[in-house]
Nanobody
């Protein structure tokens, strides 16, 4: 089992920044990729960004390219999502997820999920 705990969400104004953190524990040796997903009220969960456990490849949702940056810290078994130039449409619950098979945009590939952290961007 892999346990994931997110932190760093909150309320920020339009144009502001937040940094989300996700701490992984347990069988982290089984992780191939880590991803961030988000779900707004009344909408389906959507892919935001992903990174391989080795950190050598990243992927982003088109709408966040140039604003969000995913990174990881090998020593801390953590993955981060730096979010700049936030917009009201970024408001959602953000979830960290771990996959044993890839680091792609499809939520069905991710076996382990955190509890989520709320991000609210006010206009």
């Amino acid at each position: 089992q892999v346990q994931l705990v997110e932190s760093g969400g909150g309320l920020v104004q339009d144009g502001g920044s937040l940094r989300l953190s996700c701490a992984a524990s347990g069988r982290t040796f089984s992780i191939y990729g880590l991803g961030w997903f988000r779900q707004a009220p009344g909408k389906e969960r959507e892919f935001v960004a992903a990174i391989t456990w080795s950190g050598d490849a990243t992927w982003y949702r088109e709408a966040v390219k140039g604003r969000f940056t995913i990174s990881r810290d090998n020593a801390e078994n953590a993955v981060y999502l730096q979010m700049n130039s936030l917009k009201p449409e970024d408001t959602a619950v953000y979830y960290c997820a771990a996959s044993e098979v890839g680091a792609r945009p499809w939520p069905q590939e991710y076996k382990y999920w955190g509890q989520g952290t709320q991000v609210t961007v006010s206009s």
